[in-house]
């Protein structure tokens, strides 16, 4: 049972443009959520959090939007660089024991 | 190094043999994850060390899975009588105490022929 969803494997964007990434979750007790970015034959790198406290958390070009009523987040990278073009998982927990991850989109960001 | 380190990076074996796959955190770090990534899948919870306290194996899934963690810190997990279907990318990750963000190392690809 999935309860971390990202429904598009995969999103090309033109460089400069803005790169929208979204997931949606199923357990209304996740509190916390996290976004990963990995590249191929690494391991995912932490990008940016959000608590189930706030709606919106910012870090430079990444912004992470979260509506808990829609059970639904979206990340925001703008403007969108060529070294951008990774695969980004959501995360959710609401332990900190157990986090449930989606099974990633793939983001192509065109020169 | 300062980062996670996994080991091996690749491994091959034959159905029905013993695995150990090594994870050595970042040094500080108290708490220790273990996923594992099928293809097409996204990272499947496998286990959970934190501190001295008992792990969290809800993830494990079966028995032939188990996983130690020595001194607090190098962490072994061990399939045993692999099969097919335990062909995947084996992830490690460690955080600090209280914190969420997870530190993954470049992970293990196993297959199992």
């Known amino acids: 049972d999935q309860q971390v969803k990202q429904n598009s494997p995969s999103l090309s964007v033109q460089e400069g443009r803005i790169s929208i990434l979204n997931c949606d979750y199923t357990?209304?007790?996740?509190?916390?959520f996290l976004w990963y970015k990995k590249y191929p034959a690494e391991g995912p790198t932490f990008l940016i959090s959000?608590?189930?406290?706030?709606d919106k958390n910012e870090d430079g070009r990444f912004t992470v939007f979260l509506n808990k009523s829609a059970k639904h987040l979206s990340l925001h990278i703008v403007p969108s660089q060529p070294g951008d073009s990774a695969v980004y998982f959501c995360?959710?927990?609401?332990?900190?024991?157990?986090?449930?991850f989606g099974t990633g989109t793939s983001l192509t960001v065109i020169p | 190094g300062a980062g996670v380190s996994q080991s091996p990076s690749n491994k091959v074996t034959e159905k029905g043999k013993d695995v150990e796959l090594r994870c050595d955190p970042i040094?500080?770090?108290?708490?220790l994850y273990w996923y594992r990534q099928s293809l097409g899948q996204g990272l499947e919870f496998l286990i959970y060390?934190?501190?001295?306290?008992?792990?969290?194996k809800s993830g494990l899934p079966s028995d032939r899975f188990s996983a130690e963690r020595t001194g607090g810190s190098v962490s072994t997990l061990t399939i045993q009588r692999t099969q097919q279907e335990d062909s995947a990318v084996y992830l490690c990750a460690s955080s600090l105490a209280g914190r969420y963000e997870q530190y993954f190392g470049p992970g293990t690809r196993l297959t199992v022929t």
């Open positions: 995360a959710a927990t609401s332990t900190g024991n157990q986090f449930y």
């Open positions: 040094s500080g770090h108290t708490a």
């Open positions: 060390f934190q501190g001295n306290s008992a792990p969290d």
């Open positions: 959000i608590s189930s406290i706030k």
């Open positions: 357990n209304s007790m996740f509190d916390y």
